[in-house]
């Protein structure tokens, strides 16, 4: 397994795997009509706005299995002044989850974090029907801080979104050196 930083060739991979895992994992909550016909081009455009004008903050991590995009964080970091780094996206193909790609994407976005800004914690928002991503999360070490309401492309119902915080660093780089999962290097 490869990891590496993303760049403005890994475009069609990104978007075809977010949106593979938009379908898989939110049907039922997104509107069928949008996961079946628009899911792809709204991907696509977001990842082109991503990799053709990133923000400063940016950091888009890809792993790589077989030359094909398997699994991918993006995060902002110190994106928040209470909450610290924002990890916007994080998913790994159905094929390849259970192989710590997931994990890993995490401990190398913490180590990142960690070396580039003041403000330690990590956050994320997951929709609460997405009960395998906040399982994950809290073997993680996340702490759910608040449930808000959002409104998902191509729906007019809201769902509950949920707030997790890593308030450090530090339990996610402990766990990753006492697993030597950031032995590879980048």
């Known amino acids: 397994m490869l990891y590496r930083v993303a760049d403005f060739n890994d475009l069609e991979g990104l978007a075809k795997l977010h949106a593979e895992s938009w379908r898989e994992s939110y049907r039922g909550i997104f509107s069928d009509d949008f996961l079946d016909n628009d899911v792809w081009i709204e991907r696509k455009e977001s990842w082109t706005n991503r990799l053709s004008s990133p923000?400063?903050?940016?950091?888009?991590?890809?792993?790589?299995?077989?030359?094909?995009?398997?699994?991918?964080?993006?995060?902002?970091?110190?994106?928040?002044?209470?909450?610290?780094?924002f990890i916007d996206n994080l998913h790994v193909s159905k094929s390849a989850q259970g192989k710590g790609i997931g994990k890993q994407l995490m401990f190398l976005t913490a180590k990142w974090a960690d070396?580039?800004?003041?403000?330690?914690?990590?956050?994320?928002?997951?929709?609460?029907?997405?009960?395998?991503?906040?399982?994950?999360?809290?073997?993680?070490?996340?702490?759910?801080?608040?449930?808000?309401?959002?409104?998902?492309?191509?729906?007019?119902?809201k769902v509950n979104d949920m707030l997790y915080v890593w308030e450090g660093n530090t339990l996610l780089l402990y766990q990753a050196t006492h697993n030597n999962l950031l032995s590879e290097e980048l």
């Open 55 to 85: 923000k400063n903050n940016q950091y888009v991590l890809v792993a790589i299995d077989n030359n094909e995009i398997c699994g991918f964080i993006c995060a902002f970091g110190n994106e928040s002044s209470q909450w610290g780094t």
């Open 115 to 157: 070396e580039k800004f003041q403000h330690k914690g990590i956050y994320l928002e997951v929709l609460e029907d997405n009960s395998s991503a906040r399982s994950f999360y809290h073997r993680l070490g996340a702490k759910h801080q608040e449930t808000n309401l959002w409104q998902p492309p191509g729906s007019n119902n």
